[in-house]
Each structure stands twice: as C-alpha cells, then as structure tokens.
C-alpha cells in the first residue's frame, strides 16, 4: 500500500510519518509463553518478575474479552499479527547525542528535545518496546527523586517495585491488563521521598514507528507522604495501514497529602488500538488528578480510575476525547469513595465529526462506611455532523446516605448562528470551527502546561481543515 | 473616495424559505454618513441586515449590492468582514470557552489583515475603548456573551465594532433591552467608530436618534422602503407611528 492510500484509509495526520525500521532485535509476530519467557530473559529479569509474567500470559489466554465498548472492533484484532517485542537502540543515552540519528530525528521533529530544554525536569523518550533517552535534572535527582525507565527501575529499584508492581492493577483485573502485564517494556518508573515537591513537569513520551507494533508500557509512581509531582505523557504513531495496539498499564500511590498530577495528550494515528487501564490510591489527604485527553486511535477504551481510600483524600479526573472518521473513544472515569469526606469531580467531554463515536462511561461508587462524601460528575457531548455520534453511560452507586452527588449531562450541536456569527468576524468556516471547538476543550486545556494547550488547540484546528463542504 | 458611494443596493429581493421579505429595496450609503431604517416588526429590517451580511438562510432572488463598485452578494460572510463589513446582531451567539479577549484579537487580526495593530498597539487600541465603554477589564477573560446580560452583549458587539474599524457598519437593534444610561454609552462608541465609515442603524424607536445624530430616516414597510427623509422623519413616526406611512403603501 503506498503512503497515498494510508492516507485515504486513515485523513491526515501530522505524526504519521515513519523511519525506516532499523531494529537490532525483532520478535517474530505472535504470543506464546516462550516469548514472554523470552523478554523477561533477554532483560536479565529477577525471577519473580518472569514468573508474574508467565501467570499473566497464561490468564490473559483464558480471559474473554471485554463485554462493552465496540465489540466488533475489539473482535477484531489480530493478536497473533502483533510484535511484542522490538528493540531499537543498544541503551538507553543520557545525551541525545548518543540516540541513534534516526530516533533522535524523530523526537526532534516532534519537539522533544526543545521542550526539554524549556520548562522540564527530566524526559524519558521511548521508541517502541524501550527508552533510548532518558534524563533527569541533578536537582532533582540530589533531592532523591527516582525518574528512570521501568526496565531500569526494575534493576535498580527491584524491593520498590516488587512492593507495588500490580498492587494497584492486578494482571487479573482484565484482559488488556493481563496481556501488560505478561509482555510489559518500557514505561516510567518515579518515586518523590516525603515532602519532596517538583515543581516543574516530568515528562514521558512514547513513540511507535514499526508496523504492527505493540507497546506495552508500564509506569508506576509513587508519591511518598506530603510530596508532589506532575507527569506529563505525549504518544504518537505513524500512520499505516495496519493496526498497531497500544495497551499501558499506569499505576499510581499517592501516600498521604502527596499530590500526583498525570498529564496525557495522545495524538495516536487512526491504525492504533488503544486499550489502557489507569489507576490510582489516593490516602488520607493525598490528591490525584488524571488530565486526559484522546485524539486519534482507532478505538480508545480508557477510564483512569482513583480509589480514594484515606480519608479527606481527592480525585479529579477531566477528560476530553475527539473522535474522527472512523474513530471511537470510549472513555471515562471511575472513582471509587472507600473513605468518609473524600470528594471527586469528574468533567468529561467529547467531540465527534465525521461519523466519530464519542462514548462517555463513567463510574462513581460509595461504600457503606464513607460518610459525607462529595461527587460532581459533568459530562458534556459536542456533535458537529449529523453522521457523527456520542453516548452516556453514567453509573453511580452510593451506599452511604451523607454523601451529596451531583451529575449534569449535555449534548450539544454547533448551530448555523454560531457559526454566522464567528464567520462575521472574518474567520473562514474551519476557523469558526475551531474556535468552537478549542472554547468547548477549554477547561481541559487551561489545565494543561501552556506549551501542550497551544499544541492542542492547534491540532483541533487541523482536524477542522479540510472537510466542510 | 469622498462622495463615492459606498454601499449602493439596487432592487434588492430576498426570500427565507418560500416567503419574499425583501420586495426591491433602493438604498445608497455613503462614506461618514449614518442611516436610520426604521419599521415595525416583521417589515424586514432584520433581513437586511442579515442579508447583506451573507446569512446561509436567506435567498437574493432579484437585485445588486456593491461596496465601492465591488458585487458582494458573491463572498462568503467571512470575506465581506474582511472588506469591511460589520454586523452588530440583534441576538449575538455566545461561544462557551473562547475569551473575549482572545476572540478579540483573533477577529481584529483577520479583518484588518496587514493594517492590523501590533500586540502592543492593540492592547493600546482596546483599553481606550473598553474605557469608553465603561467596560471592566475582567471581561477580557469571560466567555463570548456566555451568561451576559443583554447590555453586556450589546457592548460587546460595539467593542468589536471599535477595533474592527469597519467601511460599513450595520448595527441592528442595538438600542433594544439597553437602559438609558447603557444607551448613552453605547451611543458614544458608536459614535467615535462611524465618522469614518457608512453607517446603517437599524432601530424600533427614536430614542437611540436622540444620541447619534442620523443624516437620513428610511422606514421600511412590508419589504420596502416607503419614504426617506431627514431627522424630521424619526420625531414624526415618535409622534404619529407608521399608520400614515402605511395607508400610502396599501393603496
């Protein structure tokens, strides 16, 4: 297929182009226990972690697939056509001098390197199963903050991640979590020590450029008693014909007042499944908030979750999801309320065009013993064709009476005034659109470091070239 | 360009779904001068100006409106703006999301393109009207007329007509739901931004031609214009109303 009929297949996309594939070492296509045994091997795994894998695998051939999101689409992936494992450069550098030229060029393209330079603390830059850079500020690093790959985190931080590896997701918690958990490479590995507070962002960002690729990314962070941190990730992909599946597992401990935001922009191409389960504890005055937004795959399920589980202990969750041609996001939230005075506050919205699928699911339970909790839930759908789609499926399951819920709802169209009245002011019908579009994304945006809203509300107002007819 | 006509509408016919509202109107405005048209509900005020705006629901069936020779009934709404048109609506759209401020200067950099003021010019620019305005400086950072009062609307729609500096300025109903201390402040800013440019207010009452100073009245009835005058015109409808005007038109 040459890149003119991707293009037909998939739009444009501004991340979609790819390198040459320059592995050095290739899995062949297809799962069994022996190349799960064979990952865990060729990183030089301690023992336990190998057998964690293999049980995984093992329950992830035995779990059905999920019973919602798009059935059809989920029936469809090809899990035998999938690499699992690839692996692009020798090491992991500490200087973008020593990535290899390709990869370096990739991430100079997407900015990477630049904003480093500007207003992070540390990156790590992964290109498909591993990070080839990854770099931390000395600051930080004299006040103890632990930021490095998973894989080395693992070899140097083995009693911490062994201690909370899986504590927050099981690999029995679904099937996409199994499967993380069995083939896992690459991902985050941070931990802040008490009363420790980054102030500028750490960021990750995940880059697949091989066809039919999995990655499997696995982040945990822990933050310990009154420190804080924020997280940023950014994901792209190019565009291909076939599917590549993206399936992470993010586990997050929030000891008690530590504060852990995550960031997420994902920019996939329109040939990735993205299937990503999310989630934290939050204790005794901790806060965790997940700022997450989807544009592009080709099907999203996502649904960060928070257990608060301290008392006084806050979640906030705000999401906005863009679905295109073709494209459904089937995205949420859930809070679990296990302790009395803690409060969530979920705000989602989405966007649908061109026959785009936005679903919003989202569940908020409370248990019996959690007195006077809060809940806010708002869920606002924008619709901008009459072929493009969006639907709610809000659960909330309180069982203790003190507690005070609120749920708001909205569908919403972009009418003809609106758009005559923008247009008045001289903008053309894309630009109308736009910033329609961007103000609807507002408060998720303004949420966001500056640097990744600008980029935001500029790739909304690509998505709005070119097909208004 | 003085004494070159500005806008000049011929004949013009207009049609929203099957029914005619426009039945051949005959106007011409020219550079600093200002226009009233006045008439009842349902004459077809609104439609025009919505007309000459380019608004997707209304149909030219018959007639010419140029802008200094050029045939506007061709452009988009978005390419009039750019030569110089501007619509202050009656019912302005609010836009959850889109600050003002950022709206502000989004929309004066597309209209006045090249002539457009630098960043710092512009903020110059929107603080001396803003003041004119008695607007308050928090309303840069509030949302495009999401959850405004009716005078707020109606003086945001006069800030944008200072900074876009508009040839034409159509401003329809602007005096209507305004307080006659909002009146008077809108009055100034329309004022200060027409002197320059062709001015068409469309209006129900003589009250906001107590504040801006019209050169001609139109009254408009059932799709077209049914008599022009001087000032004289609006303070005789004030006194007699349309029913004079109107017996003429039914013969």
Same mark, same amino acid.
């Given at each position: 297929?040459?890149?003119s009929?991707?293009?037909?297949?998939?739009?444009?996309?501004?991340?979609?182009?790819?390198?040459?594939?320059t592995?050095?070492?290739?899995?062949?296509?297809?799962?069994?226990?022996k190349?799960?045994?064979?990952i865990?091997?060729?990183?030089?795994e301690?023992?336990?972690m190998?057998?964690?894998?293999v049980?995984?695998?093992h329950?992830?051939i035995?779990?059905?697939?999920p019973?919602?999101?798009?059935?059809?689409?989920?029936?469809?992936?090809?899990?035998?056509?999938?690499?699992y494992?690839?692996r692009s450069?020798?090491?992991t550098?500490?200087?973008?001098d %020593?990535?290899?030229?390709?990869?370096?060029?990739?991430?100079?393209?997407?900015?990477i390197?630049?904003?480093?330079?500007?207003?992070?603390?540390g990156v790590?830059?992964?290109?498909?199963?591993?990070?080839?850079?990854?770099?931390?500020r000395?600051d930080?690093?004299?006040?103890?903050v632990?930021?490095?790959?998973?894989d080395?985190?693992?070899?140097?931080?083995?009693?911490?991640?062994?201690?909370?590896f899986?504590?927050?997701?099981?690999?029995?918690?679904?099937?996409?979590?199994?499967?993380?958990?069995?083939v896992?490479?690459?991902g985050?590995?941070?931990?802040?020590?008490?009363?420790?507070?980054?102030?500028?962002?750490?960021?990750?960002?995940?880059?697949?450029?091989?066809?039919?690729?999995?990655?499997?990314?696995?982040?945990?962070?822990?933050?310990d008693?009154g420190?804080?941190?924020?997280?940023?990730?950014?994901?792209?992909?190019?565009t291909?014909?076939?599917?590549?599946?993206?399936?992470?597992?993010?586990e997050?401990?929030?000891?008690?007042?530590?504060?852990?935001?995550?960031?997420?922009?994902?920019?996939?191409?329109?040939?990735?499944y993205n299937l990503?389960?999310?989630?934290?504890?939050?204790?005794?005055n901790?806060t965790?908030?997940?700022?997450?937004?989807n544009?592009?795959?080709?099907l999203?399920?996502k649904?960060?979750?928070?257990i608060?589980?301290?008392?006084?202990a806050?979640?906030?969750?705000?999401?906005v999801a863009?679905?295109?041609?073709?494209?459904?996001q089937?995205?949420?939230?859930?809070?679990h309320h296990?302790?009395?005075?803690?409060?969530?506050?979920?705000?989602?919205?989405?966007i649908?065009?061109?026959?785009?699928?936005?679903?919003?699911?989202g569940?908020?339970?409370?248990?019996?013993?959690?007195?006077?909790?809060?809940?806010?839930?708002?869920?606002d759908a924008?619709i901008?064709?009459?072929?493009?789609?969006?639907?709610?499926?809000?659960?909330?399951?309180?069982?203790?009476?003190t507690?005070?819920?609120?749920?708001?709802?909205?569908?919403?169209?972009?009418? %003809?005034?609106?758009?005559?009245?923008l247009?008045?002011?001289?903008?053309?019908?894309?630009?109308?659109?736009?910033?329609?579009v961007?103000?609807?994304?507002?408060?998720?945006t303004?949420?966001?470091?500056?640097e990744?809203?600008?980029?935001?509300n500029?790739?909304?107002?690509?998505?709005?070239?070119?097909?208004i007819? | 360009?003085s004494?070159?006509?500005?806008?000049?509408?011929v004949?013009?016919?207009?049609?929203?779904?099957?029914?005619?509202?426009?039945?051949?109107?005959d106007?011409?405005?020219?550079?600093?001068?200002?226009?009233?048209?006045?008439?009842?509900n349902?004459?077809?005020?609104?439609t025009?100006?919505?007309?000459?705006?380019?608004?997707?629901?209304?149909e030219?069936t018959?007639?010419?409106?140029?802008?200094?020779g050029?045939?506007?009934l061709?452009?988009?709404?978005?390419e009039?703006?750019r030569?110089?048109i501007?619509?202050?609506?009656?019912?302005?759209?609010s836009?959850?999301?889109?600050?003002?401020?950022?709206f502000?200067?989004?929309?004066?950099?597309t209209?006045?393109?090249? %002539?457009?003021?630098?960043a710092? %010019?512009f903020?110059?620019e929107?603080?001396?009207a803003?003041e004119?305005l008695?607007?308050d400086?928090k309303?840069?950072?509030?949302?495009?007329?999401d959850?405004?009062?009716?005078?707020?609307?109606k003086?945001?729609?006069?800030?944008?007509?200072?900074l876009?500096?508009p040839?034409?300025?159509?401003?329809?109903e602007?005096?209507s739901?305004?307080?006659?201390d909002?009146?008077?402040t809108?009055?100034?800013?329309?004022?200060?931004s027409?002197?320059?440019?062709?001015?068409?207010?469309?209006?129900?009452?003589?009250?906001?031609?107590?504040?801006?100073?019209?050169?001609?009245?139109?009254?408009?009835i059932?799709?077209?214009?049914?008599s022009?005058?001087?000032p004289?015109?609006a303070?005789?409808?004030?006194?007699?109303?349309?029913?004079?005007?109107?017996?003429?038109?039914?013969?």
């Amino acid at each position: 297929m040459t890149s003119s009929d991707a293009r037909d297949v998939v739009g444009d996309y501004e991340a979609g182009w790819h390198d040459p594939e320059t592995s050095t070492i290739r899995f062949d296509a297809g799962l069994s226990e022996k190349i799960v045994r064979d990952i865990s091997g060729l990183k030089n795994e301690p023992e336990w972690m190998t057998e964690v894998r293999v049980k995984a695998y093992h329950h992830f051939i035995n779990q059905p697939m999920p019973s919602w999101g798009n059935l059809e689409i989920l029936d469809n992936i090809d899990f035998e056509a999938i690499t699992y494992f690839l692996r692009s450069g020798d090491k992991t550098e500490k200087d973008w001098d %020593d990535v290899p030229e390709d990869i370096k060029r990739t991430f100079n393209r997407l900015g990477i390197p630049e904003a480093e330079q500007k207003w992070l603390g540390g990156v790590t830059a992964q290109y498909e199963s591993e990070a080839v850079y990854h770099s931390i500020r000395e600051d930080l690093e004299e006040q103890g903050v632990i930021f490095l790959d998973m894989d080395s985190g693992l070899r140097e931080h083995e009693d911490i991640v062994k201690k909370y590896f899986c504590s927050v997701v099981p690999f029995q918690d679904n099937k996409f979590s199994a499967l993380n958990t069995a083939v896992w490479s690459g991902g985050s590995f941070i931990y802040v020590p008490k009363g420790v507070k980054v102030e500028m962002p750490v960021q990750a960002y995940f880059r697949i450029n091989a066809k039919n690729m999995g990655q499997f990314e696995r982040t945990l962070i822990i933050a310990d008693e009154g420190s804080s941190i924020h997280y940023v990730e950014g994901c792209t992909a190019p565009t291909y014909s076939t599917e590549s599946l993206h399936s992470a597992v993010v586990e997050l401990i929030a000891h008690k007042g530590a504060h852990i935001r995550y960031s997420t922009v994902q920019n996939w191409s329109n040939n990735v499944y993205n299937l990503v389960t999310k989630r934290a504890v939050a204790n005794e005055n901790a806060t965790v908030e997940w700022v997450d937004g989807n544009i592009g795959s080709k099907l999203t399920m996502k649904y960060p979750a928070v257990i608060l589980k301290g008392t006084g202990a806050h979640a906030e969750v705000i999401s906005v999801a863009y679905a295109g041609n073709g494209q459904h996001q089937d995205a949420g939230a859930k809070v679990h309320h296990l302790a009395s005075n803690t409060t969530s506050k979920i705000l989602s919205k989405s966007i649908s065009k061109d026959g785009g699928r936005g679903s919003y699911r989202g569940m908020v339970t409370v248990g019996k013993k959690a007195e006077n909790c809060k809940v806010n839930v708002v869920c606002d759908a924008l619709i901008l064709d009459e072929e493009s789609q969006s639907d709610t499926y809000p659960t909330m399951e309180i069982s203790n009476p003190t507690c005070r819920s609120e749920h708001e709802a909205s569908v919403s169209k972009v009418s %003809d005034e609106q758009l005559f009245y923008l247009m008045s002011r001289g903008h053309n019908e894309e630009e109308a659109m736009a910033l329609i579009v961007n103000g609807f994304f507002e408060p998720f945006t303004r949420e966001l470091p500056m640097e990744y809203a600008v980029e935001l509300n500029k790739l909304m107002a690509l998505e709005m070239e070119g097909s208004i007819g | 360009m003085s004494g070159k006509g500005v806008l000049e509408i011929v004949n013009l016919h207009a049609k929203v779904g099957d029914e005619e509202i426009l039945k051949g109107i005959d106007l011409t405005l020219k550079k600093g001068e200002l226009h009233a048209l006045m008439g009842r509900n349902g004459s077809g005020k609104s439609t025009l100006a919505k007309v000459l705006m380019g608004h997707p629901e209304y149909e030219v069936t018959d007639g010419s409106v140029t802008l200094d020779g050029e045939d506007i009934l061709e452009l988009e709404t978005w390419e009039r703006a750019r030569l110089g048109i501007f619509l202050s609506f009656q019912y302005p759209q609010s836009v959850p999301g889109l600050q003002v401020g950022n709206f502000l200067r989004k929309s004066v950099s597309t209209v006045r393109g090249d %002539d457009a003021p630098k960043a710092r %010019d512009f903020r110059r620019e929107l603080n001396s009207a803003m003041e004119k305005l008695s607007v308050d400086k928090k309303f840069l950072g509030r949302y495009v007329n999401d959850g405004f009062s009716g005078g707020e609307k109606k003086r945001l729609e006069i800030l944008q007509l200072m900074l876009l500096k508009p040839q034409l300025a159509i401003l329809d109903e602007t005096d209507s739901g305004l307080d006659i201390d909002a009146l008077r402040t809108v009055a100034t800013g329309i004022n200060a931004s027409v002197s320059d440019a062709a001015c068409l207010i469309i209006t129900h009452y003589q009250r906001i031609l107590d504040y801006v100073n019209p050169d001609y009245v139109h009254v408009i009835i059932d799709g077209k214009i049914a008599s022009s005058g001087g000032p004289e015109l609006a303070r005789k409808l004030e006194e007699s109303g349309y029913e004079w005007l109107e017996e003429g038109v039914n013969e």
